[in-house]
Nanobody, 111 residues
Framework: QVQLVESGGGLVQPGGSLTLSCSAS????????TDWYRQAPGKQREAVGG???????NYALSVKVRFTISKDNAKNTVYLQMNNLKSEDTAVYYC?????WGQGTQVTVSS
């Protein structure tokens, strides 16, 4: 069965960095694009960016300079490197491939 598992979330101070991982099983990240979304309480789910199966990333304008999406096909894992984090980045972050979603990982940016 297909399973996506996010990890790497946690508490970080403003200006800090975190790297999130999306580990896929039952589906090949080299054959499908992967998208990252985030959702803060009371707010609509927002697209952060994604990466194609071929390795081309794209980003929402709000995070374009600060976030980097990459992947390791051998590990079947997609990464979201987040730098210079702001309080506005606080949300549950999800990865998605095709119709499949991970369970989400919480990122909290706070002093």
């Amino acid at each position: 069965q297909v399973q996506l598992v996010e990890s790497g979330g946690g508490l970080v101070q403003p200006g800090g960095s975190l790297t999130l991982s999306c580990s896929a099983s039952g589906i090949d990240v080299s054959l499908y694009g992967t998208d990252w979304y985030r959702q803060a309480p009371g707010k609509q789910r927002e697209a952060v960016g994604g990466i194609t199966g071929g390795g081309t990333p794209n980003y929402a304008l709000s995070v374009k300079v600060r976030f980097t999406i990459s992947k390791d096909n051998a590990k079947n894992t997609v990464y979201l490197q987040m730098n210079n984090l702001k309080s506005e980045d606080t949300a549950v972050y999800y990865c998605k491939m095709f119709t499949f979603w991970g369970q989400g990982t919480q990122v909290t940016v706070s002093s």
